[in-house]
């Protein structure tokens, strides 16, 4: 069982930047973010290979969104920069037990889950 607590987010003016954390209890090799929007569906912000630090971000993601790893502290963390509205959402750090060989982009891969952190961006 791996524990996932995210923290870090809050409100925020556009063009504003936020580096949320997520404590593990365990690094997998396949970990990520995703994010959900209201009346949306949960999507990728992109997921990581802890393993040797390949990350998969999404195409609308690239550039602004940044994660990385502290392997001393078993901590993810998402670096965003140049918040948009549109970025409004709860953010979520999720973890797969599972290891074929590489690391899945559908959020379904995924079997651990933490509680969110909500991000808000004001214009």
């Known amino acids: 069982q791996v524990q996932l607590v995210e923290s870090g987010g809050g409100s925020v003016q556009a063009g504003g930047s936020l580096r949320p954390p997520c404590a593990a209890s365990a690094f997998t090799l396949c970990m990520g973010w995703f994010r959900q929007a209201p009346g949306k569906a949960r999507e990728r912000v992109g997921v990581i290979y802890t393993g040797g630090g390949s990350i998969y971000y999404a195409d609308s993601m690239k550039g602004r969104f940044t994660i990385s790893q502290d392997n001393s502290k078993n901590t993810l963390y998402l670096q965003m920069n140049s918040l948009k509205p549109e970025d409004t959402a709860m953010y979520y750090c999720?973890?797969?037990?599972?290891?074929?060989?590489?690391?899945?982009?559908?959020?379904?891969?995924?079997?651990?889950w933490g509680q969110g952190t909500q991000v808000t961006v004001s214009s």
């Open positions: 999720a973890a797969r037990s599972m290891w074929y060989g590489r690391c899945p982009l559908e959020r379904s891969a995924y079997n651990y």
